[in-house]
């Protein structure tokens, strides 16, 4: 997906800055507000690279999630619940009827790997090209990093405050296959739902976070 460049297009870059700051001013209290915006954006992309307009649609839970108010409101805590629910229902467990969870982990090199890489699903990647996690945009991962970001919280010692026991195994799956089982509204990429990695990949990153050789527990 990338910037369709028309002729108009500075004219559309204003009339998107325009809408935003009246949707800003009036806290979308309108509809209509946010559907033009919709309507703008999408005319401003074309697919490119195997990346789809079905980027720019919003699915149920991002809707809710991007109404004001909707954190405040009975009716929307009720749908924030029942997409939890939902979420923790999808989740799929490493196949293979391993015989226990630790059986789970993978190779916490391979998940670092993972882990610091940005690639995937973005237009100026190859078609084909296997996706990182990205995790170093949100997460401080290692004690001796110096960049990483902030969005998230800090997993350093993750598996020292987790032991990998079977019920921490389970809930640290869960997070990285649909963080929405946990909130409706996390930003945390939904790397096993939607499948953006794949159940190898999950595995790595789950040794990553838990193994107790690994960078994040040293």
Do not use: K
Request: with cysteine; charged share 20%; glycine share 10%.
């Amino acid at each position: 997906m990338r910037f369709v460049e028309p002729q108009g297009r500075a004219r559309r870059c204003r009339a998107l800055a325009g809408l935003a700051l009246s949707c800003l001013v009036t806290a979308c209290a309108t509809r209509n507000a946010a559907d033009a915006i919709a309507t703008e954006l999408a005319q401003s992309f074309e697919a490119q690279s195997g990346v789809m307009l079905d980027r720019l649609q919003q699915s149920p839970d991002q809707a809710l999630c991007s109404e004001p108010g909707a954190a405040a409101s009975s009716a929307s805590l009720a749908q924030r619940r029942a997409i939890e629910r939902a979420a923790r229902d999808g989740v799929r467990f490493p196949s293979g009827a391993p015989p226990s969870p630790q059986a789970w982990l993978g190779d916490w090199r391979r998940g670092e790997r993972i882990a610091q890489s940005g690639v995937g699903l973005q237009t100026s990647d190859r078609p084909g090209t296997e996706a990182g996690g990205n995790c170093y945009g949100c997460h401080r991962l290692a004690p001796t990093e110096i960049a990483y970001g902030t969005l998230g919280p800090s997993l350093t010692g993750y598996g020292l405050r987790h032991p990998p026991d079977e019920a921490g195994l389970r809930d640290t799956w869960i997070r990285l296959f649909d963080s929405h089982a946990f909130d409706a509204c996390s930003v945390m990429p939904r790397f096993g739902a939607r499948g953006i990695l794949s159940e190898e990949q999950l595995r790595d990153l789950l040794a990553l976070l838990l193994d107790p050789q690994s960078p994040v527990n040293r």
